[in-house]
């Protein structure tokens, strides 16, 4: 196998595996190689670390999840006690350290019922104490990092922004099929089959469900999740732009169609945090990345801006919608 096809196999990987009985030969037609070379390649990047996993990647409030990023002002010197708690919690998907006096950034999530901001409170106690803001998204103007072997870009080409979801109305199985398919898929020619017969279902029925879930949008795709650090992105840095009305449009506009951007949201401001507008950029490097949101935002005649590096990375996982775990906590 040619390193293109390697690189050809990973890329389509991350757009997402159809959802047929035999993805990987489905996928392995698209890329002009065997059935079997699909899944040894996968397996490989599994076994080097470049691959997390492979599954299905949902919308948590399509499924009824609150959801947000949240930041806190914790001291260095009670950084990572804080982070540690924080980590602990199942509804916590990502935890860094950045380099502002709001030092730690985390997303939650938490299923129906449960009050996120009564929830982010309890947690900030746990971690200490320390001053709370959170920030859920307002507006998604682009979502869906894709780490691009191929051409070496670190997301998808900017596209319609992503509809608003609506939450979509679950039936016992269905959940059972949200719990098989967040699993990461055996690499063996039929995946579904095996997932499905952890949960009591069968083949047919866990693709007839995950269909309805991808077409109501509570299903994104099922793909395989990188590592990027391993990929060749090792530089990631948030950037937070103080933009209002029209400003902001033209400016979310402009970071979209960047390459670099993965993830660009309207979010909330506060009298200490004045940034409305949130870009996560990818590049080879932190300097990298600084170079490109820099040159951004000369382009836009350099309205003011935060560039946040990440100092340390506590926790990248993905939340397990619906698991006894996460609904007991």
Not at 222 to 242: K, P
Not at 250 to 277: G, K, Q, V
């Amino acid at each position: 196998m040619t390193p293109f096809s390697r690189a050809r196999i990973l890329t389509l990987a991350q757009e997402g595996l159809p959802l047929c009985p035999r993805p990987f030969a489905a996928l392995a037609a698209r890329a002009g190689v065997s059935e079997d070379t699909v899944i040894e390649t996968l397996q490989t990047a599994r076994r080097e670390g470049l691959i997390r996993e492979v599954s299905g990647i949902f919308d948590g409030r399509a499924l009824g999840y609150s959801t947000a990023l949240a930041a806190m002002a914790v001291p260095q010197e009670a950084l990572d006690g804080a982070a540690a708690a924080v980590s602990a919690h199942p509804g916590v998907s990502h935890n860094y350290a950045r380099d502002h006096t709001y030092s730690l950034w985390f997303t939650l999530a938490v299923p129906p019922g449960v009050p996120l901001q009564e929830e982010a409170e309890r947690l900030a106690g746990q971690a200490g104490g320390w001053r709370l803001r959170l920030f859920p998204a307002l507006r998604t103007f682009k979502l869906g990092v894709r780490f691009d072997p191929e051409e070496g870009s670190a997301a998808a080409d900017a596209g319609q922004p992503p509809p608003v979801p609506r939450q979509v109305a679950l039936e016992e199985r269905d959940i059972l099929c949200i719990r098989a398919l967040q699993r990461d898929l055996p690499p063996v020619s039929r995946p579904f089959r095996e997932a499905a017969d952890v949960f009591g279902l069968n083949e047919r029925e866990l693709l007839e469900r995950a269909s309805r879930l991808s077409d109501a949008g509570a299903l994104r795709r099922v793909a395989a999740v990188l590592q990027h650090r391993r990929a060749g992105f090792a530089g990631n840095i948030m950037s937070a732009w103080n933009v209002r009305g029209a400003r902001l449009e033209e400016t979310a506009a402009f970071l979209s169609s960047l390459r670099c951007i993965s993830h660009c949201y309207e979010r909330p401001d506060y009298e200490d945090w004045p940034y409305r507008l949130f870009a996560m950029a990818h590049a080879a490097s932190d300097e990298e990345c600084e170079r490109r949101l820099r040159e951004a935002a000369a382009s836009l005649g350099n309205p003011p801006v935060a560039l946040l590096r990440t100092l340390r990375e506590y926790k990248k996982s993905r939340v397990r919608f619906f698991e006894p775990e996460s609904l007991s906590h």
